[in-house]
């Protein structure tokens, strides 16, 4: 079975100039990564991974690996990615759901955001394992951050999602609260039923991530932005273009404020 969330019904209020310029960072670094070659690449990956016994001063690097310190590698280990099925799925999730977020916090407030979720992941994955020689890359521990924050403003939101089980191919519209709370109930209890030592999908870090982004948009969301926000549809059209169900000519792409706010 196959089920990948494809875009959802969350008006955008301000270009997400933060969410695409994470996603072309990303994007950047993993081209930079695959023009390395496989050695290189797998040294990069000790060198900007986050390595939870270096982190915690149980091991160290050779030399020629330390290439930043190892508090360092929290976050550029955010920007890291291990192929190109990794890097898209991560980037799909940022696209769908960082825009509507950022669209209530700010620019500057997203990236706090996202960052902080990301290194409060890195850290609780870190802590699970602190001997780990591994390194752990991605952006998806931040991302999950993102989630959490989506979780709290629009849980009523519409996610069209894509269902693939043998011949049966669909497109379903479910509530956010479900696609988000599904996806975070699978993580926590994978995490549960994987052994610390073992290495594999960070769930720790999904998790940690999530619930520090929910956190955390309460805190940093824009004076007035409302949290658990109703249900966009007939409502929303009419408060938005004083009836009309699209929006008159000449209307900016850009309204200069949420009306929910």
């Given amino acids: ?27 950047v670094v993993f081209l930079w990564q695959q023009s390395l070659g496989y050695q290189a690449e797998q040294e990069v990956d000790y060198a900007l991974g986050m390595i ?18 190892p508090w360092a590698t929290v976050l550029t280990s955010m920007f890291l990615h291990g192929s190109w099925l990794h890097l898209l799925g991560n980037m799909l999730f940022l696209w769908l759901f960082g825009r509507g977020v950022e669209s209530a916090l700010g620019a500057w407030r997203f990236l706090l955001l996202y960052l902080a979720s990301g ?19 991605g952006a998806s521990g931040a991302i999950a951050g993102v989630l959490g924050a989506y979780f709290v403003l629009y849980p009523r939101g519409n996610v069209v999602v894509f269902i693939w089980v ?14 988000l709370g599904l996806w975070f109930l699978i993580q926590l209890l994978s ?17 940690a991530g999530f619930l520090a982004g929910m956190v955390l948009v309460v805190l940093l969301r824009r004076r007035g932005t409302r949290l658990l926000q109703p249900r966009r549809g007939a409502a929303f059209a ?20 949420d009306p929910w706010e």
């Fill in 166 to 179: 043998l011949f049966l191919i669909r497109l379903l519209t479910v509530p956010a609260v479900i696609v």
């Fill in 238 to 257: 009419l408060r938005r273009y004083g009836g009309a169900s699209v929006p008159p000519a000449g209307r900016p792409h850009w309204p200069a404020r």
């Fill in 119 to 137: 290194i409060a992941a890195a850290l609780a994955q870190a802590a699970m394992n602190p001997a780990a020689t591994l390194p752990m890359i």
């Fill in 1 to 27: 079975m196959l089920a990948l969330p494809l875009y959802d019904d969350t008006p955008i209020w301000r270009p997400p100039i933060a969410t695409y310029g994470l996603i072309a960072a990303c994007a």
């Fill in 191 to 207: 995490a549960l039923a994987t052994p610390a030592g073992e290495a594999g999908i960070a769930f720790w870090a999904h998790v």
């Fill in 52 to 69: 939870p016994a270096v982190l915690f001063g149980h091991a160290a690097l050779p030399y020629p690996l330390r290439l930043v310190p």
